[in-house]
């Protein structure tokens, strides 16, 4: 078991999402950085889809009641297990009774908002229509349907000695994307974009566009030019998924996140691709984004190059853990 | 003379959005719940999750030749036979007004209707289930009588409760759990519409039916 003991709010729970519930109008949730979570349990040698906590507030902490190996990835939040420093993206072990605590993050060098705590084994919460992410909207998965609070115990699996020592780079570094100096997520246009004036159309690609204080795992507002149609447009409800870029009357763009509802009727003027969602996903409130225009393959390879840099970090691993094993 | 045709877009590469042309209607309907169902058995397709006359088809793995996709996509619509799903009809009671239905006197003032012709034509007609949606268990409604058709609020509503019966333009709808809503709720009713614990945990199925019951009027 570890406990929270100090949870300030909106922690949650999440593996890489529930897919295939849709028809049943349940959203995907799942860490809004899928690639530190993933990353996480590689390290572990956990399952990529094991459950860990995402930590979007600071300080944070929790007390393990279990000896168990632990990483944390994602955002660069100074950690310590009772005083002592942690490296980040390192594989750790903590004995029973040693508290853990995460800081609010260091931007000197990657920019990123989220830290994921993955243990050993996974946060052993039950699988709920095939996934352990929290679903806040319809309060079930994830733990009890809700963020941690002070006092939780989540279940977790002891583990055995560590005898390896190892870390990785994380991508922010090793997959760079920066446009005129700001951070950027490349972007297919969507469905009314051809609707939209030539001076939104420039704007969408030219503006840095600023992350509003509400901006959450629901969606990103964004501040910025406003988008204007051409003319009024009406939509019937459909499906969207995490990345759409909302277009409401006022004009200032709305990016649909992990636990946005699955379908809507708002104007679409674009789509982050789901390579590029893990950037977006630690880009801190306040914090500006660009949008670079991408062609399909353009986008198809991005995917590649994420699911390139989990299997080299997989291989990296099995290759210390074959050394550790031989020495 | 052509058809006009279907139009299609990208959501990223997550999905693609198929939407139908033309008015919204129940027949369309019947040939989206038929394309869903073919286009569900494709490989790469995670996903086809209908809408009010669309598809969204979600995909495992995206093609990389997307225009032959696109393509048999458009040549499997032109053949397709309606599938008319015959569901269930599920009676829903309600009690209209009151605490239950905040926004009822924005419904009167913009129809110039009393109370009693607003339940009338709200529970006259059997509603089709076109598709689930929104948030768990949520149901997009066909059917409602233009007569009571009210705009969406200028500022959403934060948090409407679960059961909430609302008129959001010329749609009607219940909420099937807490959340914010830019619809006007008219009534409430203590149907659960979702439950993780059940087999089926959504109570509506697309191809089911709805009928709102009046249970109680409150003035």
Redesign the interface.
Same mark, same amino acid.
């Given at each position: 078991m570890i406990e929270v003991v100090n949870a300030a709010s909106l922690a949650t729970v999440q593996d890489l999402g529930r897919?295939?519930a849709?028809?049943?109008?349940?959203?995907v949730s799942g860490a809004m950085d899928p690639m530190s979570l993933a990353a996480g349990n590689i390290l572990l040698g956990n399952e990529e889809n094991a459950a860990g906590i995402e930590i979007p507030v600071f300080p944070f902490s929790v007390k393990f009641r279990t000896a168990v190996n632990f990483t944390i990835t994602g955002a660069d939040a100074p950690a310590n297990l009772d005083g002592f420093a942690l490296l980040p993206w390192w594989l750790h072990r903590a004995e029973a009774g040693q508290t853990l605590t995460l800081t609010l993050p260091q931007s000197r060098r990657w920019r990123a908002s989220r830290a994921y705590l993955c243990v050993q084994g996974g946060i052993d919460v039950p699988m709920?229509?095939g996934s352990r992410s929290t !679903?806040l909207?319809?309060?079930?998965g994830g733990f009890e349907g809700r963020p941690l609070r002070t006092g939780d115990c989540l279940p977790v699996k002891p583990s055995l000695a560590l005898n390896a020592a190892f870390g990785l780079v994380p991508p922010a570094l090793a997959l760079p994307l920066i446009c005129d100096g700001v951070p950027a997520v490349r972007v297919?246009?969507? $469905?009314e974009y051809q609707d939209y004036t030539s001076e939104a159309q420039n704007a969408l690609w030219t503006c840095a566009w600023k992350i509003t204080p509400q901006s959450d795992r629901y969606g990103y507002r964004l501040a910025g030019d406003p988008l204007q149609p051409t003319h009024p447009l009406e939509l019937?409800?459909?499906?969207?998924?995490?990345?759409?870029i909302q277009v409401p009357h006022g004009g200032q763009p709305i990016i649909q996140m992990r636990d946005a !509802?699955?379908?809507?009727g708002y104007p679409?003027i674009g789509?982050?691709?789901? $390579?590029d969602l893990w950037r977006l996903g630690q880009a801190p409130i306040g914090s500006s984004v660009r949008f670079v225009r991408c062609t399909?393959?353009e986008?198809?390879d991005a995917?590649a190059d994420n699911t390139q840099w989990l299997y080299h970090a997989r291989r990296l691993v099995a290759l210390q853990t074959m050394r550790e094993r031989a020495a | 003379m052509s058809e006009p045709r279907p139009?299609l +877009?990208? &959501?990223?590469? +997550?999905?693609l &959005?198929f939407?139908a042309p033309g008015e919204?209607d129940h027949e369309t309907q019947a040939m989206i719940w038929a394309l869903s169902k073919e286009v569900q058995s494709w490989d790469g397709v995670?996903?086809a999750?209908?809408?009010?006359?669309? &598809?969204?088809i979600?995909f +495992?793995v995206?093609p990389?030749a997307?225009e032959r996709w696109e393509a048999r996509l458009q040549d499997t619509w032109r053949t397709i036979k309606p599938l008319p799903l015959q569901g269930r009809l599920i009676e829903i009671p309600v009690i209209y007004g009151g605490e239950g239905g905040p926004h009822i006197d924005d419904v009167i003032a913009h129809t110039g209707l009393s109370i009693d012709e607003i339940v009338t034509i709200h529970s006259a007609p059997i509603y089709p289930v076109y598709?689930?949606?929104?948030?768990? /268990? %949520?149901c %997009?409604l066909g059917g409602m009588d233009a007569r009571i058709a009210t705009p969406r609020r200028k500022v959403p509503v934060l948090k409407i409760p679960g059961g909430a019966v609302s008129i959001g333009g010329n749609q009607t709808g219940v909420s099937?759990?807490d /959340?914010p809503s830019g619809w006007n709720t008219i009534g409430t009713t203590k149907m659960e519409f979702?439950n993780?614990e059940r087999d089926s945990?959504?109570l509506l199925a697309p191809g089911d039916s709805v009928k709102f019951v009046v249970q109680e009027v409150r003035r």
């Open positions: 897919y295939g849709l028809n049943l109008g349940v959203g709920v229509l !679903q909207r319809g309060a079930f297919l246009p969507a $469905a019937r409800s459909h499906g969207i998924v995490p990345g759409v !509802q699955p379908s809507g679409k789509t982050v691709i789901e $390579a399909w393959d986008a198809l995917a | 139009r +877009s990208l &959501l990223g590469t +997550s999905a &959005l939407e919204t995670r996903e999750v209908p809408g009010m006359n669309n &598809l969204m979600n +495992s995206p990389r997307l598709a689930l949606g929104s948030h768990p /268990g %949520y %997009y099937a759990s /959340g979702f993780v945990p959504a």
